[in-house]
């Protein structure tokens, strides 16, 4: 087929399955101040062929929603429930089967999950993702575990590669004096380092404050959602100076970017905001007020560790992407990386399939 019959001939969506998945892990995982020891998510598949070319493509979908380890409802993440989406997937997929890709792009829904899953099979099926491999680069996630002493945390720093500059901190967990001295520890260790902290409203303005009072500025690149109320954030800088960054603000509905003083990056989880043309306008936005974007992970598995490692290629190219998230995950999913066991579509509970 020549290129001038591919653009004419539409590329057609001739199957689509849908599977679900559960993942355990070695180690709780911070979500905010909460933890999980599993993670529970979806498989779309996609089957498609344009004249006699045939295509295929799968994404993860898992909004990071669900329960905790204390069997606690999971707040300020994705705003819909994994029960919800597949009954959205489920009565949509008949309504997709037959279709043009593009008609993917088309789907209204609400949910955000599902929105950045069906616009990230179409930029899969056409091939948009397929010359930019995984990047080699993340910036590491170090988190004091619960009960964990700060010296195991010592030696995760101690085994960094010296080729790492940058690492990403979970601040707001314990005692303001715990949450300083594990940071003056880090930079005694590797002084070179700059940090992202990372704070999921955790303080108050207050708290904020005298954290950041106690704490090398010239080491930190900037401090996620500091303050409980965001109102506080500008108030917070004007007291230290300390730059800070939007996250869990993203996920709001009717969120607008504003510039507002001390305001240094947005932290996209693309999971939790939509699809990638919503991601695209947003990065053109901030970018135009000299504000970074850094794509991050909402814990996915490493089927979408991957497509968010291929997609910070494309949208943010001179940003490392926070994706240091599959340590604790005791398995792969369809792509692996580099475990002992790699879950594939056979080991997974089918759902719904339609051709």
């Given amino acids: ?16 399955s849908l599977h679900q998945f559960t993942i355990h892990l070695d180690k709780p995982l911070p979500v905010g101040k909460q933890r999980i020891e599993q993670r529970h998510g979806l498989i779309l598949s996609a089957q498609a062929c344009q004249g006699e070319e045939h295509y295929q493509a799968h994404v993860e979908i898992s909004p990071l929603c669900g329960l905790d380890n204390l069997n606690q409802t999971i707040t300020g993440f994705s705003q819909e429930t994994l029960e ?20 993917l792009l088309d789907y209204s829904t609400q949910f955000a999950s599902v929105a950045f899953g069906l616009s990230l099979l179409h930029a899969k099926l056409h091939g948009k993702l397929d010359g930019h491999l995984p990047s080699p680069r993340s910036v590491p996630l170090i988190y004091r575990a619960a009960d964990e002493p700060l010296t195991a945390v010592s030696e995760r720093v101690s085994g960094l590669d010296r080729n790492i500059h940058s690492v990403k901190v979970k601040v707001a967990q314990d005692t303001l004096e715990d949450e300083i001295k594990l940071i003056h520890q880090i930079l005694a260790i590797r002084p070179d380092l700059k940090l992202r902290l990372d704070a999921n409203r955790g303080f108050s303005l207050e708290q904020a404050i005298e954290f950041a009072a106690c704490v090398p500025l010239t080491n930190i690149e900037y401090i996620e959602e500091p303050c409980q109320n965001p109102a506080d954030n500008q108030t917070f800088y004007h007291a230290v100076e300390m730059p800070w960054a939007l996250d869990e603000s993203l996920n709001s509905s009717d969120y607008q970017f504003e510039l507002k003083a001390g305001l240094s990056a947005l932290i996209i989880k693309p999971m939790l905001l939509g699809s990638i043309e919503k991601l695209q306008q947003l990065i053109e936005t901030a970018n135009e007020h000299g504000v970074r974007c ?24 001179d ?4 994706i240091d998230t599959l340590t604790a995950f005791q398995q792969d999913l369809v792509i692996s990386s580099g475990k002992a066991s790699c879950l ?5 509970s089918l759902i719904y399939s339609v051709k």
């Fill in 1 to 16: 087929m020549t290129t001038t019959q591919q653009q004419s001939t539409p590329l057609i969506l001739t199957q689509l």
């Fill in 84 to 103: 919800q989406v597949q009954q959205q997937l489920v009565a949509a997929l008949p309504e997709l089967l037959l279709q043009p890709a593009d008609a």
């Fill in 294 to 317: 850094i794509l991050s992970s909402s814990l996915e598995a490493s089927l979408g560790i991957d497509a968010l490692s291929r997609l910070a290629q494309v949208l943010t190219p």
């Fill in 319 to 322: 940003e490392i992407p926070g």
């Fill in 344 to 348: 594939q579509l056979d080991d997974l």
